[in-house]
């Protein structure tokens, strides 16, 4: 079973450095553009399944691979980004950002802290490799849960896990252990 992770395509607060949560920003043209070109990627990856965040942003990057492939998609909240708090918007370079996410365990300031959202995460990994066995799966979601689905596979550094990125319409590809 082949699982098959991407982050949804440029949205402006992408383009302008912005820290982009649980709000709904719309893609950009870029961002369509980019999911249409990643399609024609993803036809020859035999994918049975899409699951994808309901976010606006997610969910358009999945229906626009969907109408190419053919494949239904199963919306799961637990794959929406991280609750940012009061840095939703704020400028991705503001050192009280980069101050808040070093304390990973912390919620912040009313939102929700990273070891929330790799539990969530986890759980639906778990899930998708009991339920979905000899499928393969793309999930279309963002750079906060790319990166704990990173994790999950991949023992890491703190740093390392810091540094892993996808870009706007990147894919990459795991497998579960049996």
């Known amino acids: 079973m082949n699982l098959y992770i991407v982050r949804h395509g440029q949205t402006e607060w992408n ?3 912005r820290v982009c949560g649980i709000t709904e920003v719309q893609l950009t043209n870029r961002g369509i553009e980019q ?3 990643l399609s024609k990627t993803i036809i020859g ?3 049975d399944i899409i699951i994808s965040s309901p976010l606006s942003r997610a969910l358009k990057t999945a229906e626009i691979i969907s109408n190419v492939i053919s494949k239904e998609i199963i919306i799961d909240n637990r794959l929406i980004e991280q609750n940012y708090g009061v840095f939703e918007g704020v400028n991705r370079d503001s050192e009280d950002f980069k101050e808040a996410k070093k304390h990973f365990p912390n919620r912040l300031f009313g939102g929700e802290s990273l070891l929330q959202v790799a539990q969530r995460t986890f759980n639906l990994l778990d899930e998708i490799k009991g339920k979905f066995r000899n499928q393969n799966v793309l999930i279309v979601t963002h750079g906060g849960v790319c990166r704990i689905i990173n994790a999950y ?3 890491q ?4 896990f810091y540094k892993f990125h996808l870009g706007n319409c990147e894919m990459k590809e795991y497998q579960f252990n049996e």
Do not use: P
Request: no cysteine; net charge negative.
């Open 15 to 17: 383009y302008e450095n």
């Open 35 to 37: 999911a249409k070109e």
């Open 45 to 47: 990856k035999q994918i």
């Open 153 to 155: 596979f991949n023992d």
């Open 157 to 160: 550094m703190n740093g390392e």
